[in-house]
């Protein structure tokens, strides 16, 4: 089945260190999506990319949609303490929406 | 904000006892589904339902797994003979409609099989 491989599984950084995060397939994807998870919550959508290189931003987050299709990355610039929880990509091929989820990067920031 | 809503948060149940899960979608929303999350692993998409039937499931939503839309504003997940392995978060999740394909989460209900 189709299977999105994360990476780095997780990471421990200094607040004000940049981080970056990446998904990848074998498959092509026609959204992909980054969420993040706080303890006890659900996933809350931080973006979403809709065409093949297509590149946004939401605050200091920067995400881009890989021109293969294929991949995907999340970018966090200036990390401060609430940044810390699971990031996970997202990707979707279906036209049912079905969403196809990443491993997860669990990220702590040191103040 | 509009947000999707799930009860209870924390399930108990006994092994082969059935459990109903509850979701109150977004209001305008007419896509749904149910995902779920083993403690410590990646979420995992169970059932979509669209129109009032569902339009794609999981190898995991066998015959033990229905879903409701009882009325305009419910969504619900039924496990009709639980197994320990049924122990998990279970998140509902719904998105607008065609060519918009964010979804809105809620935040889960953790389901405990004893």
């Known amino acids: 089945g189709q299977q999105l491989n994360q990476s780095p599984q997780s990471m421990f950084i200094q607040e004000g260190e940049d981080v970056s995060m990446n998904c990848t397939s074998s498959?092509?994807?026609?959204?992909w999506l980054w969420y993040k998870q706080d303890p006890g919550e659900g996933p809350v959508l931080l973006i979403a990319l809709y065409k093949a290189g297509e590149l946004t931003s939401n605050g200091r987050l920067t995400a881009q949609f890989g021109i293969t299709r294929k991949d995907s990355f999340l970018n966090i610039s200036a990390s401060i303490p609430s940044d810390v929880g699971i990031y996970f990509c997202a990707g979707r091929t279906s036209n049912t929406g079905k969403l196809i989820f990443g491993q997860g990067t669990t990220l702590q920031v040191k103040p | 904000e509009p947000e999707v809503t799930q009860t209870p948060s924390h399930q108990v149940t006994q092994m082969g006892q059935e459990v109903i899960l509850r979701c109150v979608p977004i209001s305008n929303h007419l896509y749904f589904y149910w995902y779920r999350q083993i403690l410590g692993q990646k979420v995992e998409f169970l059932v979509s339902?669209?129109?009032?039937?569902?339009?794609?499931k999981s190898e995991i939503f066998d015959d033990q797994f229905s879903v409701e839309r009882p009325d305009g504003s419910n969504f619900t997940l039924k496990i009709r003979s639980t197994k320990l392995e049924d122990s998990a978060m279970y998140f509902c999740?719904?998105?607008?409609?065609?060519?918009?394909?964010?979804?809105?989460f809620g935040d889960g209900t953790r389901l405990s099989i004893l």
């Open positions: 498959s092509i994807f026609n959204t």
């Open positions: 999740a719904s998105r607008p409609g065609t060519g918009v394909f964010f979804q809105h």
């Open positions: 339902f669209y129109n009032n039937e569902i339009s794609e």
